[in-house]
């Protein structure tokens, strides 16, 4: 007989059935043999009090081994709790995890990624008019960026836009004794010997809206530039202004091993001149020193604020001492 829980109780129900009629297993007077369960050969507990005790033992013990059984209600039971969790961790729509998948939708919406932009004509931005240069001769420095966004372009000063970290950093860094505003950018000279300029004149939304032509164009302006300036220092915002420059002068870009932040190597210095050429100072001119820092938008998030601040302050301590050199030169 198959031990399931249906056979137990039929087992039960005919001993109950056998001892309400008075039916006894052996005749023999004034002795009772107990019943015997035919599964097992085992005898049955007695009609007694702690029999009955034992008998629920015997009943108990008989569900739980039935429980076990793969087929078994209980474990049915189980495995559906874990089919409907599953499913309720995959299925959006389930109201039970409807708060998980409106935050893990939340997060990819706040981290979406900002569309690409194309090259634009110019004449998508000819209402714009280009910055004026700041610039004068014998500057310590003059910081190149990469063209006017509409905002800088509309009010006419640079590195206008409200998420621009440009004037942040120079301050941080020492460049600055204070925070400018951008409409204070035409007092750089005056203020701190210090200019602006870009690789490409003209108005855009961002740099993809330019051409490979209109940067490497632009490189042989600049050096055009610093060659009748003649600054001691060139700062270039943003590494991807430093690569246009790269690939103009070696036909591709830097590998990863000829790119770093700070001070690059004398030969790369701006505005040099094939013929000799002197100075104010009547020294052999041989181009302004290059130093290269991270981009200032506030759409370039690659670096942390910290990070780029340690990258941006010693050039702004070297600013400085130049400054108080010429400040104790004039005094002499």
């Given at each position: ?6 056979g137990?109780?039929k087992?039960?129900?005919t ?8 039916i006894k297993?052996?005749n023999t ?7 015997i369960d035919?599964?097992n ?5 007695p009609?007694?009090?702690n029999g009955?005790?034992q008998?629920?033992q015997?009943k108990?013990v008989g569900?739980?081994t039935t429980?076990?059984?793969?087929a078994?209600p ?5 495995r559906?709790?874990?089919r409907?969790?599953?499913q309720?961790t995959d ?9 998980v998948?409106?935050?893990?939708s ?11 932009s194309r090259?634009a004509?110019?004449?998508?931005y000819a209402?714009?008019?280009p910055?004026t240069?700041i610039l ?5 420095c003059v910081?190149?960026g990469t ?6 372009a509309t009010?006419g000063?640079a590195?206008?836009h409200p998420?621009n970290?440009?004037w942040?950093l120079l301050?941080?860094?020492g460049l600055?004794?204070r ?7 035409v007092d ?5 010997c210090m200019?602006?300029t870009?690789?490409v ?5 961002d740099?993809?809206?330019l ?5 490497a164009a632009?490189t042989?302006?600049?050096d ?7 600054p ?7 590494k991807g202004i430093?690569?246009a420059i790269w690939?103009?002068?070696y ?9 770093k932040y700070g001070?690059q190597?004398e030969k ?5 001149s094939?013929e000799?050429v002197?100075d ?7 181009g ?6 991270t981009?200032t938008?506030?759409l370039?998030a690659?670096?942390?604020?910290a990070e ?8 702004g301590e ?8 010429r400040a ?5």
């Amino acid at each position: 007989m198959a031990r399931t829980r249906s056979g137990k109780v039929k087992a039960v129900e005919t001993k109950s059935t056998s001892e309400a009629k008075g039916i006894k297993s052996n005749n023999t007077p004034g002795t009772q043999t107990p019943d015997i369960d035919e599964e097992n050969g085992q005898a049955l507990p007695p009609p007694t009090f702690n029999g009955a005790l034992q008998k629920f033992q015997y009943k108990s013990v008989g569900v739980q081994t039935t429980s076990s059984d793969p087929a078994s209600p209980a474990q049915s039971v189980k495995r559906v709790s874990k089919r409907t969790i599953t499913q309720a961790t995959d299925d959006d729509d389930d109201d039970v995890d409807f708060k998980v998948e409106a935050t893990k939708s939340a997060s990819k919406r706040s981290g979406k990624k900002r569309k690409s932009s194309r090259y634009a004509d110019p004449s998508k931005y000819a209402h714009l008019k280009p910055l004026t240069d700041i610039l004068e001769p014998n500057l310590i420095c003059v910081f190149v960026g990469t063209n006017p966004g509409v905002q800088t372009a509309t009010a006419g000063h640079a590195y206008a836009h409200p998420s621009n970290h440009f004037w942040k950093l120079l301050h941080t860094s020492g460049l600055t004794d204070r925070r400018l505003r951008p409409e204070e950018d035409v007092d750089l000279p005056r203020l701190y010997c210090m200019g602006n300029t870009n690789i490409v004149d003209r108005p855009s939304k961002d740099a993809a809206e330019l051409s490979k032509e209109e940067m490497a164009a632009g490189t042989a302006d600049l050096d055009a530039k610093f060659l009748k300036y003649k600054p001691e220092a060139i700062c270039i915002v943003g590494k991807g202004i430093w690569e246009a420059i790269w690939r103009y002068r070696y036909g591709k870009n830097p590998k990863p091993s000829e790119f770093k932040y700070g001070w690059q190597d004398e030969k790369e210095n701006m505005g040099q001149s094939k013929e000799e050429v002197l100075d104010d100072n009547g020294n052999v001119w041989r181009g302004a020193r290059v130093f290269v820092t991270t981009s200032t938008s506030g759409l370039a998030a690659s670096l942390k604020p910290a990070e780029k601040e340690a990258i941006w302050r010693p050039f702004g301590e070297w600013v400085q001492k130049k400054r108080a050199e010429r400040a104790q030169a004039t005094l002499e």
